[in-house]
């Protein structure tokens, strides 16, 4: 659907993309990274919008430098920011974008019907959109992005400034999107955590590298994480290192320290090991392994949690790879 | 049809969001499709024929016509446009009113000399059509939804740019519409009438195509509307009135020659120049000069360069509007 080889962006301060190589697949798949990651510009080349400094990628099989046209006829795009002028109904703006997409004024109408109806907008559709809410206007430019039945969506932020039940109806309107209209989609956010919900594929990308790309299921597997609290005493000075020690004689797979860690107060107490396997079907004997180990060594176990997968974790364990 | 683009689930009802966020259960196109046998009446594909870069040109270029006019916009967006509209149409029907009761030869005022009278009327017209056609869409960022669509920038810039000539075409050439029928209604020489109003017509097309070019460009760099409505004002009224008073002084401190020259400094003096020597018209200058054939060409030549520059201008200011 997208592949992208060794491109790289740059302005005249920042590197925004880094020799980034990755395929996507059909399907939906999640763009991850903080802000500034490199998000918003890697959509931007992918429209064939934005030159790309060096590197190139095909949208569709088609070359984003040579075919930007032809790839905008068949691809939707939703900006992060708000795109919506205020004085006109959702119906007479949606229409006007199909007509500016290429189709026909009456097909624009039908579709524009269809789709609006699609993202649960029905009769305020006739309103100025200046009064509508936020969760509204986020589903008119969903609306806007769909409405020429593209093969491929690209999302960029789309459950931004939604409260916690907009952002669930929006991810759930993005997967049947595929799941429903067949319609691919990358979609962005700076939180895995919701983007794992939704996504059949994950990308992060961090300062315009990529950190990893694998399918969620991977994902999710690989990033449960059982952090251990320890405290130090007299005869191991260094609880957690003790601890690492130990728990990899029991079989167990501590993570390294990071090194930019020991900076953080506190986080030289914290060691965290992959305990495999999906949340809730961990193995209990893990935990039983960890307590005890720490309980032999003497140390004081402050707390034991096991943890949902964070993107600063996905950064850690790549400053930790990174010496490796 | 690719295989990517069969739906999973053919169903009308998406998965609840509980299924929808459990990606992890191996969802493949096989091992549901197999399974539904209720058909998909929710979402229809899209199969009919998709039209191209021109024809969305054209579409935005009618919608933004339309819209200049307040057509297909709220009631109370007509208001203003259609006032003046109205405002510049009455008293082009009194001059063909006072040549009939007067039962003189010509009207009293010329063609082209009639759009040059209405300046201030269609300065008006001009500050309230173009920020409405073009900085709307940069203030509220609606651009990159076009430039995410296969129209360039160029096809944006080319379709508002004719909108809003078009809009101010119609704007003067109307009221000369108005005066040739009236003319030829009270019997006034039909040839001489239709020369004049053809001419009238022809001085109508450059009026539009300067003064459009420098509105657009002022209210692309100016997405808050008030200050584009003020800008485009001063722009189009000050240097006019500053250049005929410069003229004035000109012709009493017997410096006549100056006055075509002089001319040159403001788009309403140069149109003047341009139809008192090229269109046959009366000049609007001190002393009623017309200009040398010297100053014809430059005339011409500055009328040109002046409309390729905003444009290109224009066209600047797009490529830079980000994304
Ligand atoms: N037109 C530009 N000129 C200069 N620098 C830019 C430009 N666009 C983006 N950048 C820089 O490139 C980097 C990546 O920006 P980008 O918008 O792609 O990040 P993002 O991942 O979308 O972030 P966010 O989550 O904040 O939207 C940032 O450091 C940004 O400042
Ligand atoms: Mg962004």
């Given amino acids: 659907m997208i592949a992208i080889e060794s491109l790289s962006k740059r302005f005249p301060r920042v590197t925004a993309l880094d020799r980034l190589t990755v395929g996507i697949e059909p399907g939906v798949t999640g763009l991850v990274g903080a802000n500034g990651a490199g998000k918003s510009t890697l959509i931007k080349i992918l429209l064939g919008l934005s030159p790309a400094t060096e590197g190139s990628a095909t949208v569709l099989g088609m070359d984003v430098a040579t075919q930007g046209g032809a790839i905008r006829e068949r691809v939707g795009y939703m900006p992060e920011h708000d795109c919506l002028p205020p004085d006109v109904s959702a119906t007479e703006f949606v229409v006007h974008m199909a007509r500016m997409s ?212 996905v950064f850690t364990e790549r400053s930790a790879g990174d010496v490796a | 049809m690719s295989p990517d683009r069969t739906p999973e689930h053919p169903t009308t009802t998406g998965p609840a969001p509980g299924q929808a966020t459990a990606p992890a259960h191996g969802r493949t196109a096989t091992a549901e499709r197999g399974q539904d046998v209720i058909h998909n009446i929710g979402y229809r594909g899209y199969e009919g024929p998709r039209l191209g870069r021109s024809y969305a040109r054209r579409a935005l270029f009618t919608q933004s016509l339309r819209g200049s006019y307040g057509l297909g916009r709220s009631a109370k967006s007509k208001v203003l446009p259609m006032l003046l509209f109205a405002t510049i149409c009455v008293p082009a029907a009194i001059l063909v009113a006072v040549a009939a009761l007067t039962k003189a030869k010509e009207l009293q005022v010329g063609y082209a000399e009639y759009v040059l009278l209405m300046q201030p009327l269609l300065g008006i017209y001009l500050a309230a059509a173009a920020p409405q056609a073009i900085s709307m869409d940069l203030r509220f960022k609606t651009t990159p939804l076009y430039f995410s669509r296969p129209m360039e920038r160029s096809d944006y810039v080319a379709a508002k740019y004719a909108a809003l000539s078009a809009a101010l075409f119609l704007f003067t050439a109307v009221p000369v519409l108005i005066m040739y029928v009236g003319a030829l209604l009270v019997k006034l020489d039909f040839s001489d009438q239709t020369k004049g109003a053809a001419q009238g017509i022809v001085f109508c097309a450059l009026f539009a195509l300067l003064h459009a070019a420098i509105a657009a460009w002022i209210a692309a760099l100016t997405p808050r509307r008030g200050f584009g409505v003020a800008a485009i004002i001063v722009a189009i009224t000050v240097p006019y009135f500053l250049v005929t008073a410069l003229q004035g002084i000109a012709l009493t401190s017997d410096n006549s020659s100056a006055i075509g020259w002089l001319g040159l400094g403001s788009p309403g003096t140069l149109l003047d120049g341009i139809q008192s020597r090229f269109l046959d018209g009366r000049s609007g200058f001190p002393d009623a000069q017309t200009l040398t054939g010297s100053q014809g060409a430059v005339y011409l030549a500055v009328f040109v360069a002046l409309v390729a520059c905003f444009y290109a201008l224009l066209l600047r200011r797009y490529r830079k509007a980000g994304l």
Avoid: C, W
């Fill in chain 1, 102 to 313: 290429g189709l026909p004024a009456t097909a624009a109408r039908e579709r524009t019907a269809d789709t609006l109806r699609h993202v649960g907008l029905y009769e305020e559709r006739y309103r100025p959109m200046g009064g509508y809410s936020t969760g509204m206007k986020q589903r008119v430019k969903l609306a806007q992005a769909l409405v020429h039945d593209p093969r491929l969506v690209l999302l960029d932020e789309p459950t931004n400034g939604l409260d916690p039940v907009g952002r669930d109806e929006m991810l759930g309107l993005i997967r049947r999107v595929h799941t429903d209209f067949g319609i691919s989609v990358l979609v962005t956010s700076h939180l895995l955590g919701e983007l794992e919900r939704t996504s059949d594929h994950i990308v992060v990308i961090d300062g315009g590298k990529l950190l990893r790309s694998s399918s969620t299921a991977d994902f999710t597997q690989r990033t449960a994480v059982l952090a251990v609290e320890v405290t130090d005493t007299d005869e191991h000075p260094d609880g957690t290192a003790a601890l690492r020690t130990a728990l990899r004689k029991a079989g167990l797979n501590p993570h390294e320290p990071a090194p930019d860690r020991a900076l953080a107060p506190g986080a030289g107490h914290l060691v965290t090991l992959d305990i495999g396997g999906e949340a809730g079907d961990t193995d209990e004997s893990v935990f039983d392994t960890v307590r005890d180990t720490a309980a032999d060594l003497g140390l004081g176990l402050v707390r034991m949690e096991q943890r949902r997968h964070q993107i600063s974790e």
